[in-house]
């Protein structure tokens, strides 16, 4: 059974390991009101979300050091935490979507983080 | 399994023969037999008239199963057992005028067809040799292209992966600048560190990079290096990961000592050194950059992208201490980081 998390929340968690495309996402979803936490790796991730409850939106890089990479760190958080908001990013053209979680978006790097937002609002409100 | 093999049977007979090599009493035997088989053969069945017909196949048979020398046998032996089932014991000669003109004659044709059966032996062999080699030259060919798609998918990833860094840097300048020009000059400035840290990068094949080829590509134009710019420390080989960060920083550092600090005047340096220790049994990294000979260092009233970027990126990639100190008689950045979260030396 997944633990329900709340949905009226704006609280974004940011797991990037490039610590300077980290920073720039923090700053940007900072600006646009966002309470954010940043992780690098997967089992950075998992420690903020076993902790703070109000995360709503989860934004993982496919590509990450570790036991644990972006995908498998996004299927656990579909499984452990149904209601969040889950995008997909990486460097890669093109993603199988069936190697996606469901209700998961894959943007492509460079970002365009006005369309970012926008498909976060888009899949917040579904 | 050879994917040029052709369906014929003739060409399935001459492959069959050219991958079984046969020993040669085993072939003196066959060809001996079959000649003797055919001559009783024809002796009991068919008329004196038509002596040496039946042996035509076995000759072409052995010059295209076992080569020329067999051939050439097949049809020597093939015209003596011809001879034998037509000849008269009354005769002295053996064999009347004619029948000597006729094996004479199938001799002499006969060896052309054996020599003939080994050429198209030899002919196919060539083939098949060559059939072989481009079979072998495709399959080169089709790894070279597969290599090449996944050389260029991770060239795609890697380029993506540094635009999404550049992006990063271009707006974390543009919302840390106070205006346009300065912010252009910045982004330019910015932009041409990376890529000196890209070209050392890319000469490694991205997998790592020279400490001391970093320092010497992205801190030569700000000050001749040995002179005004003094780097010291035991050959060390940063990760691909921190060494974009590296870069960056290290720029940032020379750009803010030529406006303000060690390289503004005509006398001070640079001194950079880097040393590597041991606590508590795990390798740690030092390293110092120290601004000696400049004015007076007064510090900044607004940190802007560059000690802020420097500190930040530096303490996440080496995830250690980093640290900007403006003293009075120059700048000192101190990072303090385990080893391995930077880099390697080098034996």
């Not at chain 1, 299927?75 to 908001?85: C, E, G, K, Q, S």
């Not at chain 2, 330019?188 to 050392?200: E, I, M, N, P």
């Not at chain 2, 590597?276 to 007064?298: D, N, Y």
Request: net charge neutral; with cysteine; proline share 5%.
């Amino acid at each position: 059974m997944g633990q329900g998390k709340p949905i009226n929340t704006s609280t974004i968690l940011i797991v990037e390991d490039e610590a300077i495309i980290r920073f720039e996402l923090t700053d940007y979803f900072q600006d646009a009101g966002y309470v954010v936490f940043e992780a690098s790796d997967a089992d950075e991730a998992l420690s903020i979300l076993e902790h703070e409850t109000s995360v709503r939106v989860v934004l993982t890089d496919i590509q990450l050091p570790g036991s644990m990479d972006g995908l498998k760190l996004a299927h656990y958080v579909r499984d452990r935490y149904p209601p969040t908001v889950l995008l997909v990013t990486s460097g890669l053209a093109q993603l199988n979507a069936d190697a996606l979680p469901a209700n998961s978006q894959f943007i492509a790097k460079p970002f365009d983080p006005a369309r970012m937002l926008r498909q976060i609002d888009a899949m917040t409100r579904d | 399994m050879p994917q040029y093999r052709s369906s014929l049977s003739l060409d399935r007979f001459l492959e069959w023969s050219l991958e079984h090599e046969i020993p040669k009493a085993y072939r003196f035997v066959f060809v001996t037999v079959i000649v003797v088989a055919v001559g009783v053969f024809r002796t009991l069945f068919v008329t004196s008239l038509l002596p040496w017909l039946f042996f035509i196949p076995v000759i072409v048979l052995s010059g295209l199963m076992f080569g020329r020398s067999w051939g050439l046998y097949a049809s020597t032996l093939s015209t003596v057992a011809a001879g034998v089932t037509i000849s008269d014991p009354q005769n002295p000669l053996w064999l009347s005028g004619p029948q000597w003109a006729g094996s004479i004659l199938f001799l002499v044709v006969t060896l052309g067809l054996a020599w003939l059966a080994a050429e198209l032996r030899s002919a196919f062999a060539r083939y098949r040799s060559l059939a072989k080699r481009h079979e072998s030259t495709n399959g080169e060919l089709k790894q070279a292209e597969s290599q090449q798609l996944l050389l260029n998918e991770e060239l795609s990833h890697r380029l993506k992966n540094v635009l999404a860094v550049v992006q990063s840097v271009v707006s974390q300048t543009l919302r840390q600048a106070s205006d346009l020009p300065s912010a252009s000059t910045a982004i330019s400035a910015r932009l041409v560190a990376l890529g000196d840290a890209t070209t050392v990068l890319t000469a490694n094949s991205w997998s790592s990079a020279d400490m001391m080829t970093m320092i010497e590509k992205v801190l030569g134009p700000h000050g001749a290096i040995g002179v005004r710019i003094i780097a010291k420390g035991p050959p060390l080989t940063l990760n691909p990961r921190g060494a974009l960060a590296f870069a960056l920083a290290l720029h940032e550092l020379a750009t803010n000592a030529a406006k303000y600090g060690a390289l503004s005047n005509e006398t001070g340096r640079i001194e950079l050194t880097w040393s590597v220790g041991h606590v508590e049994g795990k390798a740690c990294l030092k390293l110092l950059w120290r601004e000696v000979g400049g004015p007076t260092v007064k510090p900044p009233k607004r940190r802007g992208f560059g000690s802020t970027m420097i500190e930040r990126s530096l303490r996440a990639y080496f995830r250690g201490e980093a640290n900007m100190d403006y003293r009075s008689d120059g700048l000192r950045f101190e990072v303090d980081c385990d080893l391995e979260a930077a880099g390697i030396v080098k034996a």
